[in-house]
């Protein structure tokens, strides 16, 4: 079945560095989103992606949408203690009625 | 802001036990959906609802699990004979569409189903 795998599976940063993880389907997707889980709470919506190699910005987060639509990342900018939590990206694939989440990467910033 | 509410936020059962979890979309959202999350690991797909009627589901779900919407405004989960691994957390979630614009997930914050 159709697989959403991210890489690192762990990154832990200190404070004001750059921090990116990515996203890899084993299919093409039509379009994918990525959601924050902050510790102990649920998957927050982040943004989407639609069109291939796509680009957003969101004050220090940019996300990418690779040409293929079968890859993504996320590169956050001068992370602060605040962007602790796990990243997942959710892939949708037309025809079907779910998202499919990755694997997820939990950052740590250290103070 | 409009959001998802679960119920109940912890439950903890015996192995064997029928077990209801219960959610609020969000009111005027069309799609419904059942992700669990077992600790520290990824948010897995259950199951999908549409137009009072399962749109898709997952290898997970099997006949032990059953969903429902009875009422216009609750969306329900049934787990009949809880084994232990159904120990995780179970998270539901509403759209307003499928994929497109406005598809974005909104969770709610989650049932904690411990099987003892």
Redesign the interface.
């Known amino acids: 079945?159709q697989q959403v795998m991210q890489i690192p599976q762990y990154q832990h940063v200190q404070e004001g560095e750059d921090f990116t993880t990515y996203c890899n389907s084993s299919t093409t997707l039509?379009?994918i989103?990525w959601?924050k889980?902050r510790p102990g709470?649920?998957?927050?919506?982040l943004i989407?992606l639609v069109k291939s190699g796509e680009v957003k910005k969101q004050k220090r987060l940019t996300f990418q949408f690779g040409e293929a639509k079968k890859n993504s990342s996320l590169h956050i900018t001068a992370t602060q203690t605040t962007d602790v939590g796990t990243y997942?990206c959710?892939g949708?694939t037309?025809g079907?009625?779910?998202?499919?989440?990755?694997?997820?990467t939990r950052l740590k910033v250290l103070a | 802001e409009p959001e998802v509410t679960q119920t109940p936020s912890h439950q903890v059962t015996q192995m064997g036990q029928e077990v209801i979890l219960r959610c609020v979309p969000i009111s005027n959202h069309l799609?419904f959906?059942w992700?669990r999350q077992i600790l520290g690991q990824?948010?897995?797909?259950l199951v999908?609802f549409?137009n009072n009627e399962i749109?898709?589901k997952?290898?997970i779900f099997d006949d032990q699990f059953s969903v429902e919407r009875p009422d216009g405004s609750n969306f329900t989960l049934k787990i009949r004979s809880t084994k232990l691994e159904d120990s995780a957390m179970y998270?539901c979630a509403s759209s307003a569409t499928?994929?497109?614009?406005a598809?974005?997930?909104?969770?709610?914050?989650?049932s904690r189903l411990t099987v003892l």
């Open positions: 079945g039509s379009n989103q959601y889980q709470g649920h998957p927050v919506f989407q997942f959710a949708f037309s079907t009625y779910k998202y499919i989440f990755g694997t997820g | 799609y959906y992700y990824k948010v897995e797909f999908s549409y749109s898709e997952s290898e998270f499928r994929g497109g614009a598809g974005e997930l909104f969770f709610g914050e989650g």
